[in-house]
């Protein structure tokens, strides 16, 4: 097949997940992969007025290869946001109309999303948009209800609508009223990745000792993260437990308080911050951990979401604790190894507790995990669900 991946991120700098993951395991199965991508924030500035189209290796699996569309930027600055739907029209309806697709699979919402699907509608080229994650929530902003039509345009018009999980697609269907086809196809992990052996240790790197029990975690630092929460309930188990150390891989918007809030708790020397790490060394993080965390606070946009770090916790033997979310929670089950909590005010409490417990209580856990993991989000399972709703509708 000849798919068209669409997204209004970078590819070439955006933290990896499966809008990476899905266009190059197809491609190393054999279909014809392009990605019209956003060039927010490149390492290099560049204003050009036309689109560029160029051969690329994969960045996760360096075998596969595909045609990264980028199309004319002044920049790829936050303003430049604002405009980009205007800006990017002319490349995205030629890409569309003229590319000869199969089908569009599509991740964007109100930059190009919308767009494509209006488009591909008169250009009689099938849609299936992915949904991952609610977007008018993500980040506060006068354009939220602008956002949140462009969801209910897209969800109701796509010719397949696909979710990570059950609690995201009736997310989607009931705001839209959606009738049409609708399916869950739950996202790869890359399971040897996460499950292999380090080649270094990062404790001494990291001032940490064997000594240590460690709690971590591992992603953006969002408003909804609950991690300010953790933060200070960890102030008081760090009292407790004088081996205690939280380790925060990662950055976001709240990275400037969380740090002005370990000063003010004067547990700085608890509290590492790793800042933004590798794909590739990412499993080396993860394996200092005696139990990693998924704090986000309960609300809508958390409970419809399927957060990769705890499946990636799971596949690198890590015992999770998270808080009990609906979409992720439906799909793991209570029999998965991992540890719910009732809101994050719980976490720090219980991964403490798990942290500085028995040895034996953790590999029993690790064990379930891992089984889990692998029954859920192997990669060949994970394409050949994918593969069946493409071609049920290219």
Not at 28 to 43: N, Q, T
Not at 62 to 79: E, F, V
Request: aromatic share 8%; hydrophobic share 45%.
């Amino acid at each position: 097949m000849r798919i068209l991946f669409i997204h209004e991120v970078n590819y070439s700098n955006k933290v990896i997940f499966e809008m990476h993951e899905f266009p190059e395991l197809l491609a190393l199965r054999g279909h014809d992969v392009s990605f019209f991508h956003y060039p927010e924030s490149p390492e290099i500035a560049v204003r050009r007025l036309r689109t560029v189209r160029e051969r690329i290796a994969g960045r996760v699996h360096k075998d596969a290869s595909l045609t990264l569309i980028t199309p004319p930027t002044l920049g790829g600055g936050p303003l430049e946001r604002y405009i980009a739907p205007v800006l990017n029209l002319p490349a995205l309806r030629r890409e569309i109309v003229k590319g000869d697709y199969d089908v569009v699979f599509l991740y964007a919402v109100p930059t190009t999303g919308w767009q494509a699907v209006s488009i591909a509608r008169r250009a009689g080229v099938p849609v299936v948009f992915r949904a991952l994650d609610v977007s008018h929530k993500i980040r506060a902003s006068i354009v939220a209800p602008l956002i949140r039509a462009a969801e209910k345009y897209i969800y109701r018009r796509a010719t397949v609508l696909s979710a990570n999980n059950p609690a995201m697609l009736d997310y989607c269907v009931e705001l839209s009223g959606r009738t049409g086809p609708s399916v869950v196809n739950l996202p790869p992990i890359n399971l040897s990745h996460f499950g292999s052996s380090v080649d270094a240790d990062l404790h001494a790197s990291l001032g940490l000792t064997a000594e240590n029990r460690v709690v971590l975690y591992m992603g953006s630092f969002f408003g909804f993260s609950g991690l300010d929460v953790v933060l200070r309930d960890m102030a008081v188990e760090f009292a407790d437990h004088p081996q205690l150390r939280l380790v925060l891989v990662g950055g976001g918007e709240l990275d400037d308080e969380l740090r002005s809030l370990a000063r003010e708790l004067r547990v700085e020397d608890r509290v590492i911050f790793t800042g933004l790490v590798s794909y590739a060394t990412l499993p080396q993080y993860l394996k200092l951990a005696d139990v990693a965390i998924n704090p986000f606070r309960l609300e809508l946009l958390t409970h419809v979401a399927l957060p990769h770090k705890v499946l990636q916790y799971m596949a690198a033997g890590v015992p999770a604790v998270s808080t009990s979310l609906r979409g992720l929670r439906g799909v793991l089950g209570d029999d998965a190894g991992v540890t719910w909590a009732d809101g994050p005010k719980d976490v720090a409490r219980i991964a403490t507790a798990l942290a500085t417990g028995e040895r034996s209580v953790l590999a029993g856990l690790i064990e379930l995990q891992k089984a889990r993991v692998a029954e859920l989000f192997s990669e060949s399972a994970a394409v050949d669900s994918l593969e069946d709703t493409l071609q049920s509708v290219g």
